[in-house]
């Protein structure tokens, strides 16, 4: 779909979109202003990359984007609000992540800036501006959480579902590890260039994947592009903070109907593989894939897989949804009911077949990596 607004256009849409050198951005009802890229043809089928905690846009490799754009589809990456380029709302101060993290133990509501509900209402916001009806979600880690609840609430806007290194937060499953969590904490005080490079540079090798290092070199540019594009440090605390509030989301996957696409490294120091293997349990008739010696990062020798394990499943659930979409033009054209019947429909098993086990590929043995986590 072409997303190119007019100017009379403009005039009458809520939000505004405009140009800057490198990127776009729009501006929502709410104010928050998104700082987007969209990479192929307009009107190829859109897929949108959601990012996680304290993450930018770029971290989603540009060598991942061009794959996936020649492939056929329309890439568009964004910064969370709190996040790169988009709006810092840095007026809400830092808030407590004990407080919050007691509230959501009893179940209390807790006073924060932002949820990540408010998050995935600013995806809908990016695709009412951009005039995208619904799209194929790709979301790593926070983005995957976002995701989830978007395939949950807003079936209609969303084509299918990719969660990377992501879960649903369940208390009854294991957190991150407490050495990670606390580097997390230490973030760089004062908040000037070098320090900032030097976090994010260990960080990443705390959290990469053993199989897959990233290279000094490497590291410092992803390290360098992160600074260069930060628009708070205290963002990263807010945004921990609407993941701890949200508490356990096991109820919404239940509700997620889409083709659902799990894909965990067996090596993830942040979120363990048996949480997205929860994750996946909790998704009816989703498929997960586990990547040996993957950490919690996106590293360029990763690509080729990342590459054709989503475009593989996007693709499938495009011929899905369009097949669904055909089925609605001929119903609304009147043709005969045997005509519509003729064309394969996504459910046409769910009532008579058992639901199939969790398709899971890569792991020999399960119950170790359940128990190495």
């Not at 790709?138 to 969660?163: C, E, F, P, Y």
């Not at 293997?277 to 990763?302: E, Y």
């Amino acid at each position: 779909m072409n997303c190119i607004l007019t100017a009379d256009r403009l005039q009458r849409e809520p939000s505004t979109v405009y140009e800057s050198q490198e990127m776009s951005r729009i501006l929502t009802n709410d104010g928050i202003e998104l700082a987007y890229e969209s990479i192929g043809n307009n009107d190829d089928p859109c897929i949108i990359l959601i990012m996680g905690l304290g993450a930018q846009m770029r971290v989603w490799p540009d060598s991942l984007c061009h794959a996936l754009a020649k492939k056929g589809f329309r890439v568009i990456r964004f910064d969370n609000r709190d996040t790169g380029d988009s709006t810092a709302l840095d007026h809400h101060g830092t808030p407590s992540l004990v407080r919050t993290w007691l509230s959501a133990q009893f179940k209390r509501k807790a006073q924060i800036p932002y949820t990540l509900k408010d998050m995935s209402r600013d995806v809908i916001a990016l695709m009412d501006t951009l005039e995208i009806d619904s799209a194929h979600l790709v979301g790593a880690s926070m983005g995957g959480m976002i995701a989830q609840i978007l395939a949950a609430k807003q079936k209609k806007r969303v084509r299918s579902l990719t969660s990377i290194m992501s879960s649903a937060t369940s208390p009854s499953l294991p957190g991150p590890k407490l050495q990670v969590l606390l580097q997390l904490a230490r973030r760089p005080t004062p908040f000037n260039r070098e320090a900032s490079i030097r976090y994010t540079m260990r960080m990443n090798r705390l959290i990469g994947s053993p199989a897959y290092p990233m290279d000094e070199l490497e590291l410092r540019q992803l390290a360098e592009t992160s600074f260069e594009r930060t628009a708070t440090p205290s963002g990263f605390k807010r945004q921990l903070v609407a993941i701890t509030a949200a508490g356990d989301r096991s109820h919404l996957l239940r509700k997620i109907k889409v083709p659902t696409l799990i894909i965990h490294g067996s090596d993830d120091p942040l979120i363990p593989v048996r949480m997205g293997l929860a994750t996946a349990a909790g998704i009816r008739k989703s498929k997960m894939r586990v990547i040996h010696g993957m950490g919690h990062d996106l590293p360029s020798g990763l690509v080729p897989q990342l590459n054709k394990l989503i475009s593989k499943h996007v693709k499938k659930a495009e011929k899905r949804w369009q097949r669904k979409i055909e089925r609605k033009r001929l119903k609304l054209l009147g043709q005969d009911d045997h005509t519509v019947l003729a064309l394969p429909t996504p459910n046409a098993s769910a009532s008579t077949e058992p639901q199939k086990p969790l398709n899971i590929v890569n792991i020999q043995t399960p119950s170790e990596l359940i128990n190495k986590a």
